[in-house]
C-alpha cells in the first residue's frame, strides 16, 4: 500500500516561527537550560554528574544580575539537588 506525504506549509503568524522566536528578555524553560549546561559539560570532557551540572549552575547563578534569571537558576539548582 502507498502511503502519501502530507505537504506542510508555515503559517503566518504563528506556529514554528513563534516557538523559535525567542527574545532577549524571555527566560528559556529548565529543560533548554539544562541541555545547554549538558552540552556545555560534554564538549569540554568532564563527566556530566550532579556535581557538575551544580557547578555549572553556580557559575551561571554568580553571572547572572536579573532576578527572575536568578530565580531560574534557583530552581534549577533545587531541582537537581531533589529539593524542589
Known sequence: MMQQQQRRTPETGCGMAQYFDITNNAIPTQQETLGQIVTEILRSGK??????????L??????????????????????????E
Open 47 to 56: 563527566p556530566v554528574d550532579r556535581k557538575t551540572i551544580c557547578s555549572k
Open 58 to 83: 553556580l557559575v551561571k547563578l554568580e553571572q547572572v544580575s536579573d532576578a527572575e534569571m536568578e530565580k531560574h537558576y534557583h530552581g534549577l539548582l533545587a531541582l537537581v539537588l531533589g529539593r
